[in-house]
């Protein structure tokens, strides 16, 4: 894209340019987030927010360059005034973003924003428990919707032998299966394990 960037031609597009980027930003983008978030009762805050943030960026510019090659007789004004437009809205509402969040005060204190995948695993609350089904379980022979299980149980799996199934509402629970269940009740889990 850089290769097609030629500043010596932004002199005749950038006025217009700079126009069409405050027009975005100011009444463009504002009514139609307002538009779309005033019937989820969003918070003024919220919306200026979310209309601020909206950057124009490289797929912008990567639109603007299908003019380039279907040769259109502006095809040059139009990729130039994206691009000055894509360039305007990076900088200069990139650059404002971090200061109108705290302006609005829409900034959480405690939370990192440096937060990695590892450090989501102490907030899910899912727990896996095998159970190895014995002769007298009250779920032997019986397919799993019939089987009484509670409701916040889910059988996930079931290991029989060197098999494992995926199971169904129909799959038939036989002794010696193991199953693997998953539940947010921990205890739930627990009680039903020793079954």
Known sequence: MGLLVFPSQFSSVLGSSILIAIFLVVIARPIAVSS???WFKTPIKQQLLVSWVGLRGAASIVFATYALTNKIPIANEIFNTVFIIALLSVSVQGALLPKLANKLDLVEEEVSEFKVFNDYEDETYTQLIEMVIKEDSPWAD????????PEEILVVMIKRKNEVITPKGSSVIKKGDTLVLTGNNFQ???????I
């Open 142 to 149: 019986k397919m799993i919707m019939d089987a009484d299980i």
């Open 36 to 38: 779309i978030l005033i």
């Open 188 to 194: 739930l889990l627990k009680d039903i394990s020793v």
